[in-house]
C-alpha cells in the first residue's frame, strides 16, 4: 500500500500564501505523476496542477500564475505553493499520486492513491 498525508492547509486572508505538502509512504519503487485537486462544497473535484517525476508542470488556468507545484523526489514529497489566494479558492485539497509499488512477493505493480485532503479557506 501506499500512503498518501496531505497537510499546510489552514485558514488564510484574501491575497495570502500557503503552502501544501503531500508525503508519500508505503513500498514505493517510483513515483510518477502527482496531480494536485480540489473541491469546493456543491461542486466536482477539479484538476488543479500535475507535476512529473522530471519536474515538468501544468497548471488550470484559474490558478496559472499564482500556484507552484514541486517536488522532492528524495523525500517522496509534492508541494503545492499557493500565492494570491482568493476567496474562490477555498475547497478541499487532495493529491494524487501515480507510480510503481513493490508487493511483499517482489512483484512490482502500479498504484494509483489519493490523500485525505486539506482544507484551505480564504477570507474576503
Known sequence: QV????????LVQDGGSLRLACA???SIVSINTV????????KPRELVATV????????????????????????NTVYLQM????PED??????????VRRLASGVFVG???WG???QVTVSS
Do not use: H
Request: glycine fraction near 18%; proline fraction near 2%; charged fraction near 15%.
Open 83 to 86: 500565492n494570491t489566494l482568493k
Open 90 to 99: 477555498t475547497a478541499v485539497y487532495y493529491c494524487n499520486a501515480e507510480g
Open 52 to 75: 512529473t517525476s522530471g519536474g515538468t508542470t501544468n497548471y488550470a488556468d484559474s490558478v496559472k500564475g499564482r500556484f507552484i507545484s514541486s517536488r522532492d523526489n528524495a523525500k
Open 116 to 118: 485525505q485532503g486539506t
Open 35 to 42: 496531480g494536485w485537486y480540489r473541491q469546493a462544497p456543491g
Open 24 to 26: 508519500a509512504s508505503g
Open 3 to 10: 500512503q498518501l498525508v496531505e497537510s499546510g492547509g489552514g
Open 111 to 113: 498504484f494509483s492513491s
